[in-house]
């Protein structure tokens, strides 16, 4: 009877480059295809952003130093100061990152942006109603401005979704640790070429059938063997030599060596796990 391919035993070979191929198929989820999405957002120039801090800041101190000084008579330094800060960053405002990835979106969450422009000191020196109230308001947000203009656009969405990933990659990864943890541990009970041997002895007959029927019978040599007896002695140094490669593949020196390719490849795969690349998307970004 002869094995078809199918039937034919086959060697399982793990390749390191799959095991890599998978832990990189495994890093690309959703939340990591959207934080290279959020990576990869055009940006302004670092200078503007630390140019617009330091004059959001500026823009704060200015009204501090009367808000909690004498708020007396306003200086029109103060004055002038403030009305051209306030023009500053109504251009400002358009070269921002965020406002080149979704305006109107952005217009939507960025209303402190409007309130903390307003003039508020040319307004106390002309006078209005609810001074105190709009003074504290405008106050409030020009804090807040000074704190969005130092980290930038996109940074509490980018840095939320490095935690979550964080916390995926933890979770899974502790997970296949201990999968590979256990079957690391169970190395030393598993037979590979034994269980090897064992389907080549299943299996003598068919595939020393296969090698028999791929040896010539015509010719003028086959047919000299054949007057000679030669066939049937090569035929059964054949099943001798089969024999002899099934004990060797049953010996324990080859079983411990093909043990120790395979938890080679299982250690490297864990010596991988633990990376931490969602720190990288931590952080300020300019």
Do not use: C
């Amino acid at each position: 009877m002869v094995l078809s391919n199918k039937d034919q035993p086959q060697a399982v070979v793990i390749d390191a480059g799959d095991a890599d191929k998978s832990k990189s198929t495994r890093n690309i989820s959703a939340t990591a295809a959207r934080l290279e999405e959020l990576e990869s957002r055009p940006r302004r120039n670092v200078f503007l952003h630390w140019l617009a801090f330091i004059l959001s800041l500026l823009s704060l101190v200015i009204l501090a130093l009367w808000v909690f000084g004498s708020r007396g008579t306003v200086s029109n330094v103060y004055i002038i100061l403030d009305i051209s800060l306030g023009v500053v960053f109504a251009v400002e405002f358009f070269t921002r990152s965020g406002f080149r990835w979704g305006r109107i979106s952005y217009l939507r969450t960025r209303f402190f942006d409007f309130i903390a422009i307003v003039p508020v000191l040319a307004l106390v020196h002309h006078g209005y109603p609810w001074q105190s109230v709009w003074l504290w308001i405008i106050f409030t947000a020009r804090a807040i401005r000074i704190f969005d203009r130092l980290l930038g656009d996109g940074f509490f969405g980018r840095n939320v979704l490095a935690l979550v990933e964080g916390f995926e990659e933890q979770i899974t990864d502790s997970v296949l640790d201990r999968i590979i943890a256990r079957i690391q541990a169970d190395m030393d009970k598993a037979g590979f070429s034994h269980g090897v041997a064992e389907a080549l002895a299943k299996n003598k007959p068919g595939i020393l059938q296969r090698v028999h029927a791929a040896t010539p019978h015509e010719g003028l040599l086959p047919d000299l063997a054949h007057i000679a007896g030669l066939d049937k002695a090569l035929e059964r140094v054949e099943e001798r030599t089969y024999d002899s490669v099934v004990e060797i593949v049953n010996s324990q020196e080859v079983d411990k060596a093909v043990r120790d390719s395979v938890n080679s490849v299982f250690s490297r795969m864990r010596a991988e796990l633990g990376g931490n690349k969602w720190r990288k998307h931590l952080g300020i970004r300019f």
